[in-house]
């Protein structure tokens, strides 16, 4: 039934949304609205683009982004929120929760502050 078919993925579609809606205002909640560190404070950044079920891939970096925080300033970004809130719980380095690698602009070492939820621990 192509109907019941529409109707099941139109309502995946919704919850997908609500979801989505509920991790921004969680992340907003911990007071997590700008990008608090100064430009070229952080020397190593590893892009997460991921979804929270593939978390797995970026799980076996914390040790050696531990160790390499020691001598230098790392962060982990992530474009996704529900991503963003598990790894500010899990990772033992700064989390920054981004929609896109454009938000984080440097123009001759000016830092322009990003309108999308940020936080820096």
Known sequence: ????KDIKTAQRVVLNLFRSRRNRAQ??????SV???PAGSVQIAVYFADSRVNLYQIRQWYAPLAELSKTHQVAIISRSPGSALTLLE????????????AD????RGQHTR????????
């Open 90 to 101: 899990e990772s033992p380095v700064p989390v920054v929760c981004l929609s896109s690698v």
């Open 114 to 121: 990003p309108t999308s939820t940020t936080r820096l621990r």
């Open 104 to 107: 984080r602009r440097h123009s």
């Open 27 to 32: 992340l907003a909640s911990l007071g997590a």
């Open 35 to 37: 990008w608090e560190q």
């Open 1 to 4: 039934m192509p109907l019941l």
